[in-house]
């Protein structure tokens, strides 16, 4: 089975500071790979995916990531850290072949976004 | 185009209980899964639907059941309601494979007292 580790439960950055949240997987096949943000009392709204190609990705409000295969890793970054990006981020991998997918997501992290 | 609607937002039941949760996908979307997010345990899979039937089953007990209807949307159903039961349920359409990813509901707050 696959598993998602996401370093850091909560991760604080002022207002202006690059945001950069951690998340390795451990995969044998190549994986679709996702970020999800989700806000108070909300369900999970997609920032970006990787399936297959360009291995940096760019996702919504600024989001982008990149895979990599040697590091088994799929770390979400924003140069530039505004108050509207305070919410938990979730690294998710599809697992499961044949047109029969699930999800399995990391643990989350917490982000906080000081003035 | 419409999202995935989840209904309802809000429920409250007391132990013992039965409860149904309903998701309505994203039109064309043919998949519909579930999952169960608790503070202790995260998000969790329970089971996915493709053209009515079941083709993927997380580690939960026989309590927690669903089925697909023939316009795609899907319920799911918790018999015998455990205090524990109490979180938030996720619905979330895709095409398959998911090459567009999961678009997910609102959720369902289930609180069970």
């Known amino acids: 089975a696959q598993s998602v580790t996401q370093l850091g439960s909560h991760v604080s950055v002022s207002e202006g500071a690059l945001v950069l949240l951690r998340c390795n997987y451990s995969?044998?096949?190549?994986?679709?790979l996702f970020w999800y943000v989700q806000y108070p009392n909300q369900g999970l709204q997609l920032l970006l995916k990787y399936t297959t190609g360009a291995t940096l990705v760019k996702g919504i409000n600024g989001f982008e990531a990149e895979f990599k295969k040697s590091e088994t890793s799929f770390h979400l970054t924003k140069p530039s850290a505004h108050m509207s990006d305070a919410a938990e981020y979730f690294c998710a991998v599809s697992e499961g072949q044949g047109g029969s997918e699930k999800l399995v997501f990391g643990k989350g992290t917490k982000l906080t976004v000081n003035p | 185009k419409a999202g995935v609607t989840q209904t309802p937002r809000y429920l409250i039941k007391t132990r013992g209980q039965q409860v149904t949760l309903s998701c309505s996908p994203i039109?064309?979307?043919?998949?519909v899964s579930w999952y169960q997010q608790t503070p202790g345990q995260g998000l969790q899979f329970l089971f996915e639907?493709?053209?009515?039937?079941?083709?993927n089953k997380g580690n939960f007990p026989g309590r927690f059941s669903g089925r697909q209807f023939s316009n795609s949307r899907s319920e799911m159903n918790v018999s015998t309601l455990e205090l524990g039961d109490s979180a938030l349920y996720l619905c979330?359409?895709?095409?398959?494979?998911?090459?567009?990813?999961?678009?997910f509901g609102s959720g369902t707050r289930l609180t069970v007292v």
């Open positions: 639907y493709f053209s009515e039937t079941q083709r």
């Open positions: 039109s064309g979307h043919r998949s």
């Open positions: 995969s044998s096949v190549p994986p679709y």
């Open positions: 979330a359409s895709s095409l398959t494979p998911p090459t567009g990813g999961y678009t």
